[in-house]
């Protein structure tokens, strides 16, 4: 048997798919060299890949030609190795592979740059080596699940995807996070949310969503901020509200399902524990958010943005994801509904994670009256003429509708409870890091 994929080395399986049932089968696998050491005329080769490590042991008397192999290789060299499954109980995994063959593809230079004690940003500036870790790879891999997980999702709930325009003209969540670049004699900018082109999409398609890289000029440093981030985000015609936080909450729980069921071994190289929250998800208005702040000593005036340290304080009194509701219109974007009964609040809310973690998505109705709408754009300073194609769908049949928007990495770091948000991206993009 060889990988379907993989042919030209030879290769049987992956470490994964070696248990103790396969004792006595001879197998190849491709990797790296992970650890070393010799020990009385054997040598022990860590040998890692995609999925995993396992212990191969090199004879002097049994395969003289793979032991001297074994002995010159070094750290982080690409080998190909053949051997017989042994069970073995001192062995890390409990098996063992005895080898009878043992190539080395590219010789790695001695000096691994990669001490255990090395220092963050370090790590970062050799984020290229240090993707290989098990810790890193394990991330990418659930990062991916993630992805899998939400197209199935949304397909699921009968959701059409959509492929909107990252270069954009105007600014969906305030100018002042925004990135502009020439584009032939014009400002354009990066996109900060795809919401716009979505609210144009549903009215041919009813429910889309999409997963795209959005951009924000952050100025503030923190641990859940990038400048360059994968946002998921999803619309739906003639939804509420009260509907829109049904499709959030479903989401997450499906994610959080989805990822304990099939990505287990990388929960626990990441040792975390993972628990499915209950639907449906608690509601708590802003009012109460901001009177739950102050009793833990933080003043949020009313109508401003909680800010970070008061929803901060207020997430450590929950256990599970909850929604804050009802947020004011002076604290929130040009586009979102103002509660009927109550102009002064809107018609949106937020997804927060417990136990001090803070903001998961935001999301909420929509204005769909192109009067108000218009005075919104006003209110706010905007340009009128930047948004007079989004304007327009108002003008043709809008009706209300709702959506919402999640970071990929952002809800990552809350799952998988990671230092810092750069440990959720491939090669990530904060105020000091543009390279690698
Ligand atoms: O709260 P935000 O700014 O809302 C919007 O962009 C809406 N237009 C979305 C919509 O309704 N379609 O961003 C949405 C989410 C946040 O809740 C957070 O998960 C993530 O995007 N996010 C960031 N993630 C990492 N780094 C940043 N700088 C982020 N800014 C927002
Ligand atoms: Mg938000």
Redesign the pocket.
């Known amino acids: 048997m060889t990988d379907k994929v993989l042919k030209t080395f030879g290769k049987t399986h992956y470490v994964s798919e070696l248990d103790t049932s396969m004792e006595g089968a001879s197998v190849t696998l491709t990797g790296w060299v992970h650890r070393k050491r010799e020990h009385g005329g054997v040598i022990f080769v860590i040998v890692r890949d995609s999925t995993g490590v396992i212990q191969a042991a090199g004879h002097r008397e049994q395969a003289p030609d793979a032991f001297e192999s074994m002995q010159t290789v070094t750290l982080e060299s690409s080998i190909v190795v053949t051997g017989t499954i042994a069970v073995d109980k001192r062995a890390p995994t409990g098996i063992e592979l005895k080898v009878t063959e043992f190539t080395v593809v590219n010789l790695a230079d001695p000096e691994w740059p990669l001490e255990k004690d090395a220092g963050e940003a370090f790590l970062y500036d050799k984020r290229h080596l240090y993707l290989r870790s098990p810790s890193q790879t394990s991330i990418m891999q659930i990062k991916a699940g993630m992805s899998r997980a939400a197209h199935q999702f949304f397909d699921g709930e009968g959701f059409t995807e959509i492929f909107p325009p990252v270069m954009v003209g105007a600014s ?2 305030g100018g002042a996070t925004l990135f502009p670049f020439k584009y032939f004699g014009t400002t354009a900018y990066l996109s ?2 795809a ?1 716009l082109y979505e609210e144009a999409a549903i009215c041919g398609l009813e429910k889309v969503y999409l997963l795209s890289p959005s951009f ?1 000029a ?1 100025k503030h440093r923190t641990r ?3 400048t360059e ?1 994968w ?1 998921l ?1 999803a619309e739906i015609l003639f939804g509420t509200h009260e509907d829109i936080m049904g499709v959030e909450e479903r989401l997450v729980h499906a994610l959080v399902s989805y990822i304990t069921e099939h990505f287990q071994p990388q929960l626990d190289i990441l040792k975390v524990k993972v628990r499915i929250p209950k639907l449906p998800f608690k509601r708590v208005s802003y009012d109460e958010a901001i009177t739950i702040a102050e009793k833990q000593g933080f003043k949020v005036p009313w109508g401003e943005d909680l800010g970070t340290e008061a929803e901060r304080a207020v997430s450590k009194q929950f256990k599970a994801p909850f929604f804050i509701t009802g947020y004011p219109t002076s604290a929130r974007s040009f586009y979102h509904m103002p509660d009927p009964d109550r102009p002064e609040i809107t018609l949106s809310s937020d997804l927060i994670a417990p136990e001090g973690f803070g ?5 909420g109705q929509r204005i769909h009256d192109l009067d108000l709408l218009l005075k919104r754009i006003k209110d706010e300073k905007l340009d009128p003429s930047a948004y007079d194609w989004y304007l327009e769908l108002r003008k043709f049949g809008l009706p209300p509708h709702s ?5 990929l ?2 809800f990552l770091v809350w799952l998988l409870k990671l230092k810092h ?1 750069r440990e959720a991206c491939l090669f990530p993009r904060t105020p000091s890091r543009i390279h690698p």
């Open positions: 969906v969540e900060q949310s919401q924000r952050e859940r901020h990038l981030y946002h985000e903001e998961l998505t935001s999301g959506g919402f928007g999640m970071g990495e952002r948000i």
